[in-house]
């Protein structure tokens, strides 16, 4: 474990002897097929990482320095495991009314699906990511896990805010992703902003049958800057740029912190 500029850096090679162990490194060494090269047809991905490790580095200086950490994923099925998983880190402090990012840290990774582990075709439906892609992009898991601890673990000193909309979900299928793997639970449910819950009471989203019902994101957004949401749903990148400028509009309303 090394030190730079305060922030812990995490060896995320998946060569060690013990997969948990932290070891120094100065870049995030995971080799391959890691970085966003190979867009999900229709994703919000449009230019592969511009260097092995540079957004990874970044995101962990963010997270330690107290930005808002906005995230999201993509599953294998409600009750699966996480296959695609993104962090937009918002600077701390800013609010917009009109939801206009300012310059954010952005990571987006692909998990490889375990062996044995079924992709339900109900899931494949809404966000597009097939076995076959997968196989071919995505990340060993365990070094993800790695990295990831890397960033809660900054954002733990420097006091970053992880924010997500339906928060229990993601938690809950992070956690299951590593329990499965032999890693310890990354996040705890009480250390993530909820948009979904706290912006039910102010959107007076609907159901079909008329009922008061949680928004979904994109709803949040229509509600909060008055026109509809046009971009990318249900890929993890788009949907935390989504989230993001969610919650900038709903600081500057005072919804949240």
């Given amino acids: 474990m090394g030190q730079r500029g305060g922030v812990t850096l995490w060896h995320v090679a998946d060569c060690v002897t013990d997969p948990m162990e932290p070891v120094e490194v100065d870049r995030c060494p995971v080799p391959g097929p890691c ?51 993104a962090v937009v880190a918002v600077p701390r402090g800013a609010a917009a009314a009109d939801g206009t990012l300012p310059d954010c840290v952005r990571y987006c990774r692909h998990w490889a699906l375990p062996d044995g582990v079924a992709l339900d075709p109900r899931a494949v439906a809404v966000h597009g990511i097939t076995r076959s892609h997968l196989a071919a992009r995505g990340c060993p898991v365990l070094p993800g896990l790695r990295a990831l601890a890397a960033v809660v673990h900054a954002g733990r000193e420097g006091g970053a805010q992880w924010v997500a909309h339906n928060a229990s979900f993601d938690v809950a299928r992070l956690n299951h992703t590593a329990a499965f793997h032999g890693a310890p639970a990354l996040l705890e449910r009480g250390e993530v902003l909820c948009t979904m819950r706290l912006s039910t009471a102010h959107c007076g989203a609907k159901s079909r049958s008329g009922r008061a019902k949680a928004p979904r994101c994109d709803e949040l957004y229509a509600h909060l800057f008055q026109r509809p949401f046009e971009g990318v749903l249900h890929d993890a990148l788009a949907d935390a740029t989504l989230l993001a400028s969610c919650v900038l509009g709903g600081r500057h309303r005072g919804w949240w912190a």
């Fill in 35 to 85: 970085w966003v090269d190979s867009p999900v047809p229709g994703s919000a991905h449009t230019s592969p990482a511009a260097a092995e490790g540079e957004d990874l580095a970044a995101l962990i200086r963010a997270a330690g320095a107290g930005a808002t950490l906005c995230w999201d994923t993509e599953t294998s099925s409600l009750v699966g495991h996480v296959i695609q998983i």
